[in-house]
């Protein structure tokens, strides 16, 4: 898996994330005794890995009500 003994570079990476997001993921990682980041890459690696969850992110996305949808910002994406 893309945590233990992997050799890919660690960056850090910014994400926005509403209050209650943010609570539940410092929950979950603090019921588990991990840090967020290994939740969160944990997540990376199984949308890297798994067509159905790739697939569950982007119903995820186009089916949201429109209010929940958020404009896809490029520069949100580029390096600093």
């Known amino acids: 898996m893309a945590l233990g003994g992997d050799?890919?570079?660690?960056?850090?990476?910014?994400?926005?994330?509403?209050?209650?997001?943010?609570?539940?993921?410092?929950?979950?990682?603090?019921?588990?005794?991990?840090?967020?980041?290994?939740?969160?890459?944990?997540?990376?690696?199984?949308?890297?890995?798994?067509i159905d969850f790739q697939n569950r992110i982007i119903d995820e996305i186009y089916l949201a009500p429109e209010d929940e949808n958020v404009e896809y910002d490029p520069e949100m994406d580029s390096e600093e």
């Open 7 to 50: 050799t890919r570079k660690v960056v850090r990476l910014a994400l926005e994330v509403d209050g209650e997001q943010k609570n539940f993921l410092r929950m979950f990682a603090m019921q588990n005794n991990l840090p967020v980041s290994i939740i969160m890459r944990c997540m990376i690696y199984i949308a890297e890995t798994d």
